[in-house]
């Protein structure tokens, strides 16, 4: 007869009851804990990857704050920026239009002289009013009244258009006035003339088609009683200008 102690029955019991105290779980921890170790852990991780380096702060610090002014979207203070070029790019060369003015009316007239006299008449024809067609003006001039007396009767090249005489014999009521009937009466019958002038690049060349012309009978000898001397300049009385 065997004992209890040693009695197969009692054996299977006490391994039972060891299985079972191995699978009876312990203590349970709330979720809500586990939740909170879980993200104060991850916390830890991740202060330790985001604290930057020395360096990093340095560049940090020295940048460079720029501030919005109120009302706009422009920086009031803009970080200095600097370009290096090479030094063998050469500058682009930079084309700029060249002005040029021309006296008026009033200053020509209140100039008063033979060569204003002329720049007028190339103004109201709008010819330019270059050297040479100043120089071929005046000899023109010269050759219908002469210098000292260039404003006789108002009428500096004895044009007949408008003035009321003949033969080129009438007058102006001021040399402003001959000066534009003048331009004129070149534009509406003498195109060689008028070609000279605008041109402009030859007093020479100008001067023959005058000769050319039916502006005088005598042609003036075809270019024979026409001189090319320098013209004495001499200004005109200020009545002559209507001033």
Same mark, same amino acid.
């Given at each position: ?10 054996h ?7 299985r079972? !105290? $191995?699978? %009876?779980?312990g203590?349970? /921890? &709330? ?6 170790v =879980? +993200? *104060?852990?991850? !916390? $830890?991780? %991740?202060?330790?990857?985001? /604290? &930057? ?6 560049? =940090? +610090? *020295? ?26 790019i ?21 100039n ?60 102006y ?18 195109p060689?003339?008028?070609a ?33 001397a320098?013209?004495?300049l001499?200004?005109a ?7």
């Open positions: 007869m065997q004992s209890a102690s040693t009695s197969p029955r009692s299977g019991r006490r391994s039972a009851e060891r079972a !105290a $191995l699978r %009876t779980p203590p349970r /921890v &709330p979720v809500h804990h586990r939740i909170g =879980t +993200l *104060a852990v991850l !916390a $830890l991780i %991740t202060g330790f990857s985001i /604290v &930057p380096t020395d360096a990093a702060l340095a560049a =940090t +610090l *020295a940048a460079p704050v720029s501030t919005v002014a109120p009302g706009t979207d422009a920086p009031e203070h803009t970080p200095a920026q600097r370009i290096d070029v090479d030094a063998t050469a500058a682009p060369v930079v084309a700029r239009d060249q002005l040029s003015a021309t006296d008026g009316v009033q200053t020509l007239s209140n008063g002289t033979n060569a204003d006299w002329a720049k007028l008449v190339l103004m109201f024809g709008g010819w330019p009013q270059t050297d040479a067609n100043v120089q071929v003006m005046l000899r023109w001039m010269r050759q219908e009244n002469g210098p000292p007396d260039w404003w006789n009767r108002n009428n500096p090249l004895n044009n007949g258009y408008g003035s009321g005489g003949g033969a080129g014999l009438g007058s009521p001021d040399l402003t006035t001959a000066a534009e009937y003048a331009a004129k009466n070149l534009q509406r019958g003498y060689g003339i008028v000279g002038l605008t041109a402009g690049t030859s007093a020479d060349a100008t001067a023959a088609a005058i000769w050319a012309s039916p502006w005088a009978t005598s042609h003036y000898g075809n270019g024979s009683h026409w001189s090319t320098p013209v004495q001499v200004k009385p200020a009545s002559a200008w209507g001033n």
